[in-house]
């Protein structure tokens, strides 16, 4: 493949046009792969050669649709009955293939049955929760940076971006401290399983009976302590809005997603203060901007690249047609640097009017922990913004690999204390 790919005769593109013959636009068909390494080293360019291709192209190689322009990915998150999770939404279309866990309640489901689970969820996530542990999370995050800024030198991805996450979010939980060590190895999984059949995903799947094995154990409800997130969850079992059966997979959910996501939007926003000291130097004069620096740095790097729907009926977007069972690509990334929507995009800016981004998606599906996300996010940065000078990148940048999911592996950084 070439770095950039190429756009081909679309009459290549299996079922891209109508089947009515009708005046549809042709869709492009390219031959690029989202979900090869040399594609996730710099995925900007081909973003670009996505979005320029027209608002919807066809990728040859996964037989698939996709959009990168913001319009489009935004038009598709917020059209749930057309553009269906209940099929899944990650390339294996449910429909047609065995899932590789049972589905999710609320990620994999549509309305009716996603309005149930979703409202549990909400509750359980709630500004109201956020309150309650706010005080707890600012705590751990100034305890963290004091540690480490003692140590001058570490790994933020490993040090700061992983440890801060599992020192708050397995609390609050309500997880047992023994097999933690379990949760990022299964969120890899989860993530990489979203994507095609390459090697990330079959390596994950290979290995994965441990982590499952954990996971299903903690979601039982003796094994969720007072208080916490997954005894909330459990309660409503109590109050009739969900059943016995259902408190665990939706336990399960917030093991899935609440980690691994969090770590690589803080490893997005410390690699882009650590990139551009000036973004870092106007958070130290103000730390108020903290939770919006933090915003934009999961705009600007999208933790969470790519999500897929799937088609529930014959639909036109944009006037080109797609049939019904086919699968689209929503592509976040490209979409969050779409410069039909943002100006200069490319810049990471602390005071950017960051609403609208869809790095947390948008529409029914929204992330339900975005709150939990966002506290932690500004509890670090503020944290960081008070009592550290400067952050120097001090050693090889490492990037880590996943289907989905955007970030790095090392980030060897120096901080200054203020
Ligand atoms: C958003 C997301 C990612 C991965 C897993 C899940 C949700 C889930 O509900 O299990």
Redesign the pocket.
Same mark, same amino acid.
């Given at each position: 493949m070439t770095t950039t790919g190429t756009v081909h005769s679309a009459t290549e593109a299996a079922g891209a046009q109508g089947v009515n013959g009708g005046a549809h636009l042709r869709i492009p068909g390219l031959d690029v792969d989202p979900f090869a390494i040399s594609f996730f080293e710099d995925p900007h360019p081909t973003h670009e050669v996505l979005r320029e291709a027209g608002p919807v192209v066809h990728l040859d190689k996964w037989n698939v649709y996709a959009v990168a322009r913001y319009a489009e990915v935004h038009a598709v998150l917020n059209d749930p009955q057309t553009f269906c999770s209940s099929r899944g939404v990650g390339l294996s279309d449910f429909a047609k293939e065995k899932p590789w866990r049972p589905p999710? &309640?609320? &990620?994999?489901a549509d309305p009716p049955a996603h309005t149930r689970t979703r409202a549990v969820l909400n509750k359980v996530l709630s500004p109201a929760v956020m309150k309650q542990i706010r005080d707890r999370f600012a705590a751990a995050a100034e305890a963290k940076v004091d540690e480490l800024l003692a140590k001058g030198s570490f790994d933020a991805v490993t040090d700061l971006a992983e440890a801060y996450p599992l020192s708050v979010f397995p609390d609050a939980v309500g997880l047992k401290q023994e097999g933690r060590e379990h949760l990022l190895p299964y /969120?890899g999984l +989860? *993530?990489n399983a *979203?994507g095609p059949p390459n090697e990330l995903r079959q390596n994950a799947i290979e290995r994965s009976a441990p982590h499952q094995a954990y996971v299903q154990e903690q979601c039982q409800r003796d094994n969720l302590a007072p208080g916490g997130f997954g005894a909330c969850i459990h309660a409503r079992v109590d109050s009739g809005d969900i059943t016995a059966a259902e408190a665990p997979m939706l336990v399960?959910?917030l093991l899935? /997603?609440g980690i691994d996501?969090t770590v690589n939007g803080l490893g997005a926003a410390i690699y882009c203060l650590a990139r551009y000291p000036e973004e870092f130097a106007r958070l130290r004069s103000d730390p108020s901007l903290a939770r919006n620096a933090f915003e934009e740095a999961v705009r600007y790097e999208s933790p +969470?690249q790519t999500f897929f729907r799937t088609t529930t009926k014959d639909v036109e977007i944009s006037g080109y047609h797609v049939g019904e069972g086919e699968k689209i690509l929503m592509f976040l990334g490209a979409a969050n640097r779409d410069p039909r929507r943002w100006v200069d995009p490319e810049r990471y800016d602390i005071t950017r009017k960051t609403s609208g981004h869809v790095g947390f998606g948008s529409g029914i599906?929204m992330? +339900?922990g975005q709150l939990v996300a966002r506290l932690e996010g500004e509890v670090m940065l503020a944290a960081l913004s008070r009592k550290v000078a400067s952050i120097q990148i001090t050693g090889e940048v490492k990037r880590r690999f996943n289907n989905t999911l955007r970030g790095l592996d090392s980030l060897p950084i120096t901080l200054t204390p203020a």
């Open positions: 999710s &309640l609320i &990620l994999e /969120a +989860v *993530f *979203f399960r959910s899935s /997603a996501t +969470v599906h992330c +339900v």
